[in-house]
T-cell receptor
Framework: AQKITQTQPGMFVQEKEAVTLDCTYD???????LFWYKQPSSGEMIFLIY??????QNATEGRYSLNFQKARKSANLVISASQLGDSAMYFC????????????FGKGTKLSVKP | DAGVIQSPRHEVTEMGQEVTLRCKPI?????LFWYRQTMMRGLELLIY????????DSGMPEDRFSAKMPNASFSTLKIQPSEPRDSAVYFC????????????FGQGTRLTVV
């Protein structure tokens, strides 16, 4: 069975500093995709970044990068130069390949950026 | 595109009543997901459709919950009878049926059962 684990219920970071949000996963699928979403207090789910299981390079999108360590089954999100607007819940998610196309989420990490 | 559209945005109902949540996915998307979000349990996948066919409903909590997708542009999640513990935010999301494509979420329906 697939599983996503986010062990940090809450994190604090100083504005302009970098922060790493942890995510580990478990799957028997050889092909899978890993996603990060942001949920601000307004409630909408915003897609941030994607990493495929066969991708050789770590994904980057602006200030977001994904530290993908396949052997350790981890897919940590790194946010550089934190901004006050980054305060939100962050969810790691995984989607299986082949016929297993469901998308499951971890419990999330609440990030608070301090001025 | 207008994005994934859910209705209603808010629903307050009395215990025992039937509740129907609605979702219109993005045109051209062939995968649809229903999630329930609570503080205690996080974001739970309830059911997943592909090409209008339910693929995985193992997350549906009880027989009181049912979901349908009669066509590619409409899905419903029904709770009958509703109970206070069903109070949550229910999200619908759609995507292409490809591992490397993100799911787009609706704004959610906040359900309160009193």
């Amino acid at each position: 069975a697939q599983k996503i684990t986010q062990t940090q219920p809450g994190m604090f970071v100083q504005e302009k500093e970098a922060v790493t949000l942890d995510c580990t996963y478990d799957t028997s699928d050889p092909s899978y995709g890993l996603f990060w979403y942001k949920q601000p207090s307004s409630g909408e789910m915003i897609f941030l970044i994607y990493q495929g299981s066969y991708d050789q390079q770590n994904a980057t999108e602006g200030r977001y990068s994904l530290n993908f360590q396949k052997a350790r089954k981890s897919a940590n999100l790194v946010i550089s130069a934190s901004q006050l607007g980054d305060s939100a819940m962050y969810f790691c998610a995984m989607r299986g390949g082949g016929s297993q196309g469901n998308l499951i989420f971890g419990k999330g990490t609440k990030l608070s950026v301090k001025p | 595109d207008a994005g994934v559209i859910q209705s209603p945005r808010h629903e307050v109902t009395e215990m025992g009543q039937e509740v129907t949540l609605r979702c219109k996915p993005i045109s051209g998307h062939n995968s649809l997901f229903w999630y329930r979000q609570t503080m205690m349990r996080g974001l739970e996948l309830l059911i997943y459709f592909n090409n209008n066919v339910p693929i995985d409903d193992s997350g549906m909590p009880e027989d009181r919950f049912s979901a349908k997708m009669p066509n590619a542009s409409f899905s419903t999640l029904k709770i009958q009878p509703s109970e206070p513990r069903d109070s949550a935010v229910y999200f619908c999301a759609s995507s292409l049926w490809q591992m490397n494509t993100e799911a787009f979420f609706g704004q959610g329906t906040r359900l309160t059962v009193v």
